[in-house]
């Protein structure tokens, strides 16, 4: 079960909101999930080689080469909001308001 | 009062890689919108990222540039935000371990060099564009062509003591840039852009005081950015005298530089909007750099400003100003370097290209890669003026004219007769007529007086065109009127 703040604050972040009775139902969702991948720190790492790189050379990265994209068609199809090759949304509020300072 | 700015810069700069940084996309300046997406970069279900390799070659570049330290591993990560023009709703980026950092750039100003510590060089995924719709229509548009270009992100360390140095110090950032042909650094065109953290240090009854920092935003020009830092200093200065308020108590605030109205306006971020949750980037593995692959990158790194400065003083016996303003591109420095190449005097060709040259290019708004005159042509003019054939003067036309003709130096001194008389048998007449019709000024020249020989000399480069040589007629001037 997580606290109603962090609830709270995760749903902020997602731009969610729920109603009272889904709040109290994702409340012990989460936590459930929480605990569950908690159980991973039980395992003792201590004496594995992380070999978390491989090396550039060998590794799969891209040949800088340039190809071709999607069709304009097939972009316009992907969201019903598009017009004149623009994907369109709700006009932004800017997450930085200007405001006026307190003199 | 005693106190000091103290500013830290946070640069952007775009890579010129032909394709973008996860997906094989075109990195392009501007297009048709959404003409340059995939999948990948429009973040849908099931598509993985690829890092470009050149991408990562070019951070490194970067950063040995800059004296940083490679990482032996290095990671990306996911910034996670909200916006429309980011799709994936997370950018990726570098977060606890970027590909370079603790290095440093040198900044000269008047003469003076100073290092500017380098924190980090990471490398990200830039944003797309949002244009926001005119006349009242609720809507905002967005283009993903720009989504997906790959970024470095450059952190120096609050080192920079004022407005003029932090300018300095993105002008010799983007000129390192420049030479390693990393990223072509247009603030007009947003392929360098730079947020800057400034806040003063004031000493007061033998304490120091941090006022609050602000993180300047909104600065598109260096112009921009000097009256924006200049302003907000003062600000901050104004504001300690009246409420004595300090980083302590304050914290950071972000303020936009508004050009129009020439001050920094406060802007206030969500809450919630700092909290980025950064975790490793699952889809892509960490990345080990071999010393192998850094020692070949290395050698790929071209002769940079600094070093060039020093040879040009070195090697050309140029004064140190004018190598500060021969480095300020490398096509520039190639062109004095082939104009230079076996001319006994390099000294002169750099004034050339300092003022002559640099004059056409102002003029004609171009830069010195379209720039239609061939370097050696500048040898060759300074050849004909040397050998006594034209004037500095005359030399001066003839070079607009190579510009705007396209035609050699040695070409139009002949199709325009432009040559100088040298030839005593010639000039003997002219000068002869001038010193008969001029009594009085011959008489004054007599009695030592000096501006006489300047005006007899104006009046026989009237009748010449300015053809006659200056030496040959001084001497012809002379042995008349004192064979008179
Ligand atoms: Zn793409």
Redesign the interface.
């Given at each position: 079960m997580i606290d109603d703040k962090t609830l709270q604050?995760v749903l902020?972040?997602?731009?969610f909101s729920l109603s009272d009775r889904e709040k109290e139902h994702f409340k012990q969702q989460i936590g459930d999930i929480l605990s569950y991948v908690e159980t991973l720190n039980q395992v003792d790492t201590r004496s594995i080689d992380p070999d978390?790189?491989?090396?550039?050379?060998s590794?799969?990265?891209?040949?800088?080469?340039?190809?071709?994209?999607?069709p304009?068609e097939q972009?316009a199809g992907?969201s019903a909001h598009f017009?004149?090759?623009?994907?369109?949304?709700?006009?932004?509020i800017e997450?930085?308001?200007?405001?006026t300072?307190e003199s | 009062m005693k106190y000091d700015v103290i500013i830290g810069c946070e640069v952007h700069v775009q890579l010129l890689?032909?394709?973008k940084a996860f997906?094989?996309?075109?990195?392009n300046f501007g297009g048709?919108?959404?003409?340059?997406?995939?999948?990948r970069?429009?973040g849908?279900p099931g598509s993985l990222p690829?890092?470009?390799?050149?991408?990562?070659s070019s951070a490194i570049k970067a950063g040995l540039a800059l004296h940083c330290k490679i990482a032996e591993?290095t990671?990306f990560d996911r910034k996670?935000y909200?916006?429309?023009d980011l799709p994936k709703a997370y950018q990726i980026s570098q977060f606890d371990m970027p590909v370079c950092a603790g290095g440093y750039l040198e900044v000269t100003a008047d003469g003076q060099s100073r290092k500017i510590g380098i924190i980090r060089v990471h490398m990200e995924e830039d944003a797309g564009k949002?244009?926001?719709?005119q006349g009242g229509?609720?809507?905002?548009?967005?283009?993903?062509n720009r989504a997906g270009t790959p970024l470095l992100e450059i952190v120096s360390e609050p080192d920079i003591r004022s407005a003029e140095e932090a300018v300095n110090y993105v002008q010799s950032l983007r000129e390192i840039m420049r030479f390693l042909d990393v990223s072509d650094c247009n603030m007009e065109e947003g392929s360098l852009r730079c947020d800057a953290n400034i806040n003063l240090w004031i000493y007061e009854d033998e304490k120091r005081f941090a006022t609050p920092i602000v993180e300047v935003?909104n600065m598109n020009s260096f112009k921009a950015m000097k009256s924006a830092l200049e302003y907000e200093a003062e600000r901050q200065l104004d504001e300690w005298r009246e409420k004595h308020l300090t980083l302590q108590a304050v914290g950071k605030t972000?303020r936009?530089w508004n050009d129009d109205r020439g001050e920094t306006?406060?802007?206030?971020?969500?809450e919630?909007?700092a909290?980025y949750?950064y975790f490793p980037e699952p889809d892509i593995?960490?990345?080990?750099?071999?010393q192998?692959?850094i020692k070949q990158i290395k050698q790929s790194i071209p002769e940079l400003p600094e070093q060039k400065r020093g040879r040009f003083v070195q090697d050309y016996g140029i004064a140190q100003e004018a190598a500060e303003a021969l480095t300020q591109s490398k096509a520039l420095c190639d062109y004095f370097e082939e104009a230079a190449r076996g001319y006994q005097e390099p000294k002169r060709i750099a004034n050339w290209i300092l003022s002559e040259v640099k004059k056409l290019l102002n003029e004609k708004q171009m830069s010195i890669e379209q720039f239609p005159v061939p370097a050696r042509q500048v040898t060759e003019l300074l050849r004909i003026v040397d050998a006594g054939t034209i004037s500095g003067k005359i030399a001066k036309d003839v070079f607009a004219e190579m510009a705007a003709s396209r035609k050699s130096a040695a070409e139009l001194v002949e199709t325009k007769g432009l040559a100088q008389i040298s030839d005593t048998g010639e000039l003997e007449d002219v000068v002869e007529k001038i010193i008969r019709e001029n009594p009085s000024t011959v008489a004054d020249f007599k009695a030592g007086k000096q501006k006489a020989l300047q005006h007899l000399m104006g009046q026989i480069m009237n009748a010449t065109k300015g053809k006659a040589n200056p030496q040959v007629t001084i001497r012809l001037i002379k042995a008349k009127i004192s064979g008179n």
């Open positions: 604050s902020a972040l997602c731009k978390l790189g491989k090396s550039l050379e590794m799969s990265l891209r040949q800088d080469k340039a190809a071709v994209g999607l304009t972009v992907l017009q004149d090759s623009f994907f369109t949304v709700p006009r932004i997450e930085m308001d200007e405001i300072e | 890689t032909r394709s997906c094989s996309c075109p990195n048709a919108p959404n003409s340059r997406v995939c999948p970069c429009l849908l690829v890092p470009n390799r050149d991408m990562i591993l990671k996670n909200m916006y429309p949002n244009i926001h719709a229509l609720n809507m905002s548009y967005v283009d993903y935003k972000t936009g306006v406060l802007q206030r971020m969500k919630e909007a909290d949750r593995k960490p990345i080990s750099i071999s192998n692959l």
